[in-house]
């Protein structure tokens, strides 16, 4: 009887931890964000409730607009480089494999180890690489490219696109990956079928393969975005959000508030604005896979 | 909440085989666009390798030769030097010990931020794929969204609290910090690893008397050899390559080699020394690459789960 009993209350406590973690280091950390940035917190936590004024004051925050439009401007181009980078990877490494043409190895190691690299070590890099003088430009007017001016990183409209660039190139391989994963398991039948009707190949992946890897895309998406809403190490490493305030971004102005210019109540109500949209990409997700699962 | 299907199926190791015919055909064929394939192929692998290669000859000049050879150039006269300050000589804010103490600050919270970090993922997914105890898969299910969550939105009430326990700052707190942040792909990894062992192997260890912990130690972690080694290779890396949390909770002693490094890189003052610099990114930067090269394949089946963490 008391093994019994024993048996049913172990699971449970064994999951102890795990509750613990996601009722207090998520649910209760996240809603109690959400409590301070109601309140006038500055330095520290105070209880004085002001409603929805640290929302109005952030979006009066000429800093936090801008960090806002710079998020917008690398989101957009940063999904779409890794997802048409990526794919083409994929394909033309499949490609590679269907003429039986060795190397398939090599290409996909080198594709992949900038993942294995830190978004500091990255932004470092891809500082250096992109230094005005020294870097590139200077590389490539030594090699007779005379009228070559490469100077984004520390322009005012640009700074922003050498995160794309550096970031792009960390991650594009594990986009390469995935799409692979996803075009291996495409029926060799669907190739037949396509040869024997003369299907030129472009167009088999365009319109026949493309549309099959759907759930791939849905993955590739959601984890690319929700990595762009937490772009934070690699601007820090790369442009530390200049020249100026030229490359800000939200995750740095929350980090920045809390932590340096004591407005904890601003920066918790910054943190609620970028969760909005991550749940906002999560929730449909969450629920596709769970009518598939239904069904 | 279900997303284990987050993990695609593997890359298969094996080409698929092609129609043999057509490939016969192909093989003897070079149309102009298979050639530009592999012009794009072999300059996108350019582009990818540019900045590794760059890193190293960096790392192995003089100043003079950098300003001078421009960036693409070979060392001619290749210099340890670099190296030995980046590793025991550089300045990080007010010491001026090169990033060793970072390394060996690294590897002490790597050590144990990945063992416990199994540990209770291979728990936790072994209690959520046979006990099925009820209310545990909303739990999973909060914990994997929190997954996707920036840290931004948690650390502050953590701050708070670890100072509340007089832990801040300490090796426990950032621990514990990526025991949190680490779980939801660990047990994610073990709960998908568990849920394709069948059930009557449980069953039948049930029906000998098993009880929860003899069943877990006894038959199914001595199985779980895979799925730890490529556990640890992910909570490694992770770790590894955290800015964001080392930044804020290791406190001064116990800084990471991560966040180590930016300091040296970005608040020295005067001349930039790019070969050191260039040295101390890839010092940091080579244990998950170590890592990769060797495990190659172990790397790549964790990439898929591991890419949840972002």
């Keep these: 009887m008391a093994t019994l009993r024993l048996t049913r209350v172990t699971p449970y406590t064994a999951l ?54 710079n998020l917008a401007v690398y989101g957009v181009l940063f999904v779409l480089a890794c997802l048409v980078i990526g794919f083409l990877l994929a394909v033309v490494i499949d490609q590679n494999a269907m003429w039986k043409m060795r190397g398939e190895g090599v290409f996909r190691t080198i594709f992949l180890y900038p993942y294995a690299m830190s978004f500091v070590a ?24 005379h009228d070559l001016r490469f100077d984004w990183i520390v322009s005012q409209d640009f700074a922003i696109h050498t995160v794309v660039i550096a970031t792009v190139w960390q991650m594009s391989g594990l986009v390469m990956a995935l799409m692979l994963a996803g075009l291996r398991g495409v029926d060799p039948e669907i190739w ?89 990409l999560l929730a449909p997700y969450a629920y596709a896979r769970s009518r598939k699962e239904a069904a | 909440m279900k997303m284990e299907s987050i993990v695609p199926p593997l890359p298969a190791t094996t080409p698929v085989a092609a129609p043999r015919k057509a490939v016969r055909r192909a093989r003897r064929r070079w149309t102009p666009a298979r050639i530009g394939l592999y012009v794009f192929l072999l300059g996108a692998a350019l582009f990818f390798l540019l900045p590794l290669y760059v890193m190293i000859v960096t790392s192995l000049k003089s100043m003079d030769e950098i300003r001078q050879g421009g960036i693409f150039a070979l060392p001619h006269a ?18 001026c010990d090169g990033v060793r103490t970072g390394f060996w600050n690294s590897v002490a919270i790597t050590v144990p931020s990945t063992i416990l970090t199994i540990l209770l993922g291979a728990v936790n997914g072994y209690a959520l794929s046979f006990w099925r105890p009820r209310g545990a898969n909303l739990l999973f299910g909060i914990l994997l969204a929190g997954a996707f969550v920036p840290v931004q939105v948690m650390i502050y009430p953590l701050v708070r609290v670890m100072a509340l326990a007089g832990i801040f700052g300490s090796l426990p707190a950032i621990v514990l910090v990526h025991l949190v942040f680490g779980m939801p792909v660990m047990t994610l990894l073990f709960r998908n690893y568990y849920c394709n062992v069948p059930h009557e192997l449980f069953q039948a260890a049930r029906i000998d008397g ?27 890396t992770g770790v590894w390559n955290d800015y964001i949390l080392g930044l804020v909770f290791a406190g001064r002693d116990n800084m990471p080699m991560m966040v180590q490094l930016n300091n040296v890189i970005n608040t020295t003052t005067g001349v930039r020394q790019y070969n050191v610099n260039m040295a101390a990114t890839i010092l940091t930067a080579l244990v998950p690459l170590a890592l990769y090269f060797v495990s190659g394949r172990w790397f790549v089946r964790g990439i898929a789960a591991g890419a949840v963490k972002g």
């Design chain 2, 210 to 236: 098993g009880g929860f912990w003899r069943i877990f130690l006894q038959v199914m972690l001595p199985m779980s050899l895979p799925v730890v080694v490529v556990a640890a290779i992910m909570q490694v």
């Design chain 1, 16 to 69: 102890l931890p795990m509750a613990l973690v996601a009722a207090l280091g998520y649910l209760g950390a996240g809603l109690w964000t959400f409590y301070i940035s109601l309140t006038g917190s500055r330095t520290f936590p105070s209880g004085h409730f002001i409603g929805l004024a640290q929302y109005h004051r952030l979006f009066d925050n000429e800093r936090w607009m801008l960090s806002l439009h």
């Design chain 2, 78 to 95: 290749p210099t340890l030097a670099p190296w030995r300050l980046a590793w025991s000589g550089v300045c990080t804010g007010a010491a």
């Design chain 1, 192 to 280: 037949k079928a396509a040869r024997l009707d003369g299907i030129p190949a472009w167009r088999v992946y365009a319109q026949i393969i493309l549309p099959m890897l759907w759930p791939t895309i849905a993955t590739v998406l959601l984890l690319l975005a929700t990595a762009v809403a937490k772009l934070y190490d690699a601007v820090v490493a790369m442009t530390q959000g200049g020249p100026g305030i030229a490359s800000e971004v939200p995750a740095k102005f929350i980090m920045d508030h809390l932590f340096l210019r004591s407005n904890v109540g601003l920066a918790s109500a910054g943190a609620i604005v970028l969760l909005v949209p991550v749940l906002a």
């Design chain 1, 122 to 145: 990255t932004g470092l890099v891809w500082q250096w690489l992109l230094t005005p003088g020294d870097g590139i430009d200077g590389g490539l007017r030594a090699l007779g490219f």
